[in-house]
Structure formats: C-alpha cells, structure tokens
C-alpha cells in the first residue's frame, strides 16, 4: 500500500481499524451517551432568547420585570353564549379567577372577568410565569388553565387563547417531532439504499454512523451549553437531527461509492477503502467546510435564536465528518464485501445500470452543451419568477396553523367581541416618573390607541399600557407602534421605550430584514472562498455559485406559487427567505463540490470535457441517493402543523432535488463541457488541451488493477 495514505491506512488497516471501532465504542457506552441524554436540561427555551437582544422591546421586557414578575405570559379565557351570557355564567368565570390563583406557574394579577360591550362574552386574561423552563413547561401550565376552567355547561363555550395559547399549541404540534424524524429518515436511507445497492443490510452501517454522529454532537453540545455559554434550545436541536442525518447520510454515500469503486479494482479491501478515503476525503471535508461555515456567518444575525442556531449545527456537522471519515472505513472493512450483500462488487466488474444511465445522459448533454445549459437557465428564471407571489411580510397568529387549534378558535370568539386592541396584548411604555403625565397624555391622544392604564411608578420609572383599536398583529398595529415610538421618543427627558407584543413582532421583523441582507451576502463570499481555495481556480466557483443561486431563486418561486394558489397559506414568516437560503446554497453547492472535484481529478489526465462526463457517470448515482436521503429527510418538516415549517421544509426539500437532479446534472455538466479547460482559469489547468468526447460507455468496462 502507498505509504503516502497516511491517516487513511490506519482506519482502514487490519488491526487498527479495531482501535477505531474500540475508541468509538467507549467513548460513546462511557461519555457521549450519559452527556447526551443531559442535553435536554441544558436548553434555555426562555422565548426572550429568541427575540432580537438589541431591539427596543427586548430591552423593555428586562425593564417590565420591575413592575411584574419576569418571563410571563397572558392566557386568555373567553366564555362565550351566543343567547348573552347569564348571572351564572358570570359567577362561573367569578369563581375560575379564584381556581386559576392556585394553579402552578399562575401569577396574582388575574385581570377579569370583563363583558363584551354586546353581552354575549367574557374574558378572563392569567398570566403565567415561564421562567427559565421557557416553552418547556407551557403545555403544562395552559392544560392546567384549561382544565381548571372546564368545558362550560348549557350552551357556554369555554375558549383559550391568547399568546400562552398560541404558544402552547405551537409547542405541542413539536411533539414527536424527533422520533418521527428518526423513523422517517431510517425509512428514506433503507428505501433508497435498497434501490441503488440492492442490499438489505447496507443501510444499516450509514444509519449507525448518523445515530453516533448525534449522540456525540447532542453530547459535546450539552459541555459548551453547560461550560461555555453556548446557548441552544429545543428548536436547534430539531434542526440539529434533521442536518446529522442528511448530511451524515450523504457523506456515508460518497464514501460507499468511491469504496464501490475500488472493490472493482482491488482484491484487498483495506487497500480498496484507503485509496477510496484518499479520494473522496477532499469532497467530503470542504462538503463539511462549506455547510459549517455557511452555518456559522448565523452568528453575526441580530435575532438570537438565529444566531445561536449556526453554532449548534455546525459542531453536528464537523462531528458527523469525524465520524464518516473514521469509524464508516474501519465498519465498512470489518465486514468486508459482505455488507454489499446479495450483491457483492467482484474485482473487474463492470459499473452497475445507473452509471451507465448517467453515462448516457452525459453523452447526450455532450452533444450540444450550449443549448442545453442556455434551455435550463431559462427554465429555471422562469421558475424564479414565482418569487412575485412571495408574501414575505410575516404570519399573523390565526395564520400560524395548517389545522384547527383551540387557540385560534378562542382567537375568533374574541373577534366577535371585542375590539381587536382589548385581547390581552396592549402596548407597553415605559419611561423616566417624572414624565408620566406627559407620556400617558401623548398615548391616550395618539391615532390607534383605544384607552390607557393608569400610570404605576417604581424606582424612578413610570410604566402604564395601552389598548390598540387594530389586531395586535396587523399591519395597522403595527404602524400604531411605529407612530407611537415617533411622538414618546419626542418627549423630553422621558427616555421613553415602546413594546408589547406587537413592538416585539415589529422589532423582529426588521431584525430578521437586517439578518437578511447581511447573511445572505456573507454566506456567498465565505461559500465562494472555499471553492476557490478547493477548485484551485476562479472561474468555476464563480460560475457554481450562480448556478446555486439561480436554483434557489427557482426553489422559493415553485414554493411561493405552491404557497399562494395550492396550500393557501396567507403569506411567509420573515425569517423565510434566509434560513433557505444558508441552508440550500450551504448543502446545494456540497453536489456541485461532489462532481466538480471529481472532474478536477480526471481532467488532469483526460482533459476537461472528457473529465466532466467520466465525472457525471461516476458521480450520478451517488448524488441523487444522496440528494433523495437529504431532501426526504427535510420533507418531514411538512408533517408539522406549523406554517413556517411545513414552508421551509418544502422549500429546502424542492431546492435540494432541483439541485440534484437539474442544477448538478444538466445546468453545471453542460456549462462546464461548453466551457472546458476555461473553466479552471486562472490556474494551470487551463492550459491543458481538451481531448475529443468519447462515448461514456466505454469507460464503464472492467478497469485495470493498480
């Protein structure tokens, strides 16, 4: 064996592949399996780690906790007699303020009951403390409300709502989210796997190393979120699972075929995985480099949950690198070619029906490669101009749901009642005591305010509220606060500061437009430095970063159209557009790293044009396994009733199979063969002289042993 193998011979050499399993083993059975299962208690599902840490309301929640406990939020409990409400229906609710005291996590300072002006409601407002449990503990406590208030008896309908509702049946729509995650990815790697190696075993090695992989990330996680201030909660490890696994997923495939490869030439199995890990390790690390700092330019967002998010997946990403680049070699020669199993690869066979499927097409594209990428691109921009029916302008809360949720349902028996401003989400103002007189005549006087609390003043600060007449959540609330801001920030000496819940939707929103046009930008540029750096060239980086550029625009203008006129979703959350976007041009551009260094390798000895179809032939089975296994597992994202997750898990999922199966196979195989040796400018191989294209075919024969 080449002693140039270096670390590649000792995870896959006779006795030390051993060690690799050994060390795996232990350190999983002895420390990555007791940490991980801790990795839950070290969450921090506060919602104001959520929130943008530098936005005027933010900064108003820290200052509320003067005047009332902290981390608290309203439940409101509507009753409802379309006849009028009764005199017992009156002491009912009279006398559920008095339960609701005693339940856990309910603070003293129940508001209500409080009639609707045309007497068929009332509305009970409980604020409930979450504390550092965050959404952890929210189901709990608005069962317990729920509960506690009963159905209602004799025509009086019971509703609850309000923003402990919504965040109650949010959360719980996340239940079971990780095990059918795992289960439905198992199915996706078994399924596939099957169709591309026609084995019944194969699967079970790639399915392994994922599991490893999370548990050893969940664990080294749970240390930084224990030791090193690292703050993650339960939607990164959400996202965390379903990246290990693709990812992981995708990495194994890689390997498995360029192993798949060399079992043809080498009657040694060791020898035939060092030589394969040699190869496909470039791939496969800048793959990692590529998606892991993509992940972590989240760290420059304004909006926490964002940035504390790349961090998180990043580590799972390196550490389901580790994982493929060691302990899936040393597996893979434990079992030897048996693991292939009923359909072992014998030494001199020829390349199975999918190389030669992709053999064909590459001979076709090769034919005219300028009408075809030109007819793509085209394809594609007309797909991209669904982004016209993109409503990116955020999800108001009835919108939030792809079923019926109780809260959404008292959402709308509080419409039928009440002023939109009287739901138990005022405006909150706070600001020096000493103006309180003018501060509370400049909220009661302002367009959009219905009616103002009386002033209530601690420590030099003077906090009061206001009652919107809009929706707390609609576009003229929110230009209510936008206005309000304008006239208090006005008044001298006030250091007055505006929030509540619709400054905080207001506040995020235009976090989220900053993160936007900042990290979108940032992540091309570092994408874009990896590729030069790993192509050795200009040209070509240049020209895939257009091409995963364009299949986004594409994926979100399919998706928009599917939103609109299919599912009939009122619009996007604002975070949209961005995590799509690191997400699709971090994993998107990992297919193109898969093909092109391929090619980059050939074209050294066969020339540019011959190099990308031997390139497409080697490389196409492997991808769209890998492109399936990845877009599957983000489809089940769909499967959540939430809007903006069934959005993203659609929207990454159509990007990663235009990817794979349009933007990798037709758009880069036929710029590249248009362009040959150019495409590598300004290095030296440029200067290669391209050879005529033979036909594909003919290099899918036995090759020679080496």
């Not at 909150?428 to 309180?436: K, Y």
């Not at 939103?563 to 041009?585: I, W």
Request: proline fraction near 4%; glycine fraction near 8%.
């Amino acid at each position: 064996m080449d002693s140039t193998l270096g670390i590649t011979r000792f995870v896959s050499g006779r006795r030390s592949k051993w060690v690799v399993l050994v060390v795996w083993l232990l350190l999983t059975i002895t420390v990555a399996g007791p940490l991980a299962g801790r990795l839950t208690g070290a969450e921090d599902n506060d919602y104001t780690q959520w929130l943008p840490g530098n936005a005027e309301a933010t900064k108003v929640l820290e200052l509320q906790k003067k005047f009332q406990p902290g981390d608290n939020v309203p439940v409101v409990v509507v009753y409802e007699r379309a006849s009028g409400i009764t005199a017992a229906d009156r002491a009912k609710a009279a006398a559920d303020v008095q339960a609701f005291a005693k339940d856990e996590g309910v603070l003293n300072r129940i508001v209500g009951p409080m009639p609707s002006a045309d007497g068929k409601a009332l509305q009970t407002v409980v604020p409930i403390q979450m504390g550092s449990d965050g959404t952890t503990k929210i189901v709990k406590r608005v069962d317990g409300v729920r509960d506690t208030a009963g159905p209602g008896a004799n025509g009086l309908a019971v509703h609850i709502t309000g923003q402990g509702g919504y965040l109650a049946d949010t959360t719980d729509a996340f239940s079971g989210l990780n095990s059918t995650q795992l289960l439905f990815t198992v199915l996706a790697v078994v399924i596939i796997l099957l169709f591309a190696y026609r084995s019944p075993v194969l699967w079970i090695l790639p399915f392994l190393c994922a599991m490893l992989a999370l548990t050893s990330s969940q664990a080294f996680i749970y240390l930084l979120a224990e030791h090193a201030g690292l703050t993650v909660n339960a939607q990164d490890t959400g996202f965390l699972l379903v990246l290990v696994f693709g990812a992981g997923t995708d990495y194994a495939l890689l390997l498995l075929s360029r192993y798949r490869e060399e079992l043809a030439r080498h009657e040694d199995r060791h020898e035939a995985m060092a030589i394969a890990l040699r190869r496909a390790a470039p791939a496969i690390i800048a793959s990692a480099a590529t998606v892991s700092v993509g992940l972590l330019c989240l760290q420059f967002a304004q909006m926490n949950n964002t940035k504390g998010l790349g961090p998180v997946l990043a580590i799972g990403i390196a550490v389901g690198l580790v994982v493929t680049l060691t302990l899936m070699p040393a597996l893979l020669v434990i079992f030897g070619r048996w693991i292939f199993w009923p359909v072992k690869p014998r030494v001199d066979a020829s390349e199975a029906t999918s190389a030669r499927l992709w053999a064909r097409i590459g001979t076709r594209i090769a034919a005219r490669p300028r009408m075809v990428w030109i007819g793509t691109a085209l394809i594609l921009g007309v797909l991209a101009l669904g982004n016209l029916q993109l409503h990116n302008t955020g999800l108001e809360s009835q919108d939030a749901f792809t079923n019926d949720q109780p809260s959404v349902t008292g959402q709308e028996a509080l419409a039928r009642h009440y002023q939109a401003g009287q739901q138990g989400l005022p405006v909150v103002v706070i600001g020096n005591a000493a103006a309180a007189q003018e501060l509370r005549q400049t909220l009661s006087s302002s367009d959009g305010i219905a009616s103002v609390s009386t002033p209530v003043t601690k420590d030099g600060l003077v906090y009061m509220e206001g009652t919107l007449k809009a929706q707390p959540d609609s576009d003229a609330a929110l230009t209510t606060v936008s206005r309000l801001r304008t006239a208090l920030h006005a008044v001298d000496g006030a250091d007055a500061r505006v929030g509540g819940q619709t400054a905080l939707t207001k506040d995020t929103n235009s976090a989220y437009d900053h993160d936007t046009k900042l990290l979108i930008p940032l992540v091309l540029a570092a994408v874009l430095l990896i590729l030069v750096v790993l192509l050795r060239a200009l040209v070509a980086p240049l020209v895939l970063i257009a091409t995963v550029v364009l299949s986004y625009a594409a994926a979100i203008g399919v998706s928009a159209v599917l939103f609109h006129n299919v599912f009939g979703f009122a619009g996007t959350d604002t975070s949209f557009p961005m995590l799509v976007f690191v997400f699709l041009v971090s994993l998107g551009v990992d297919y193109n790293i898969f093909l092109m260094t391929r090619v980059r390798e050939e074209a050294r000895e066969h020339g540019t044009r011959q190099a990308t179809l031997t390139g497409l032939t080697a490389t196409g089975g492997v991808i769209t396994s890998a492109g399936l296994v990845l877009a599957a597992t983000f489809a089940v994202l769909t499967t959540v009733p939430v809007v903006s997750f069934v959005e993203m898990g659609t929207a990454v999922a159509l990007g990663i199979l235009l990817d794979t199966f349009v933007v990798r196979s037709v758009l880069v195989t036929s710029l590249t063969m248009d362009m040959g040796r150019r495409i590598w400018l300004p290095s030296a191989l440029a200067k290669r002289e391209d050879a005529p294209v033979r036909d594909a075919e003919a290099s899918l024969e036995p090759a020679p042993r080496t």
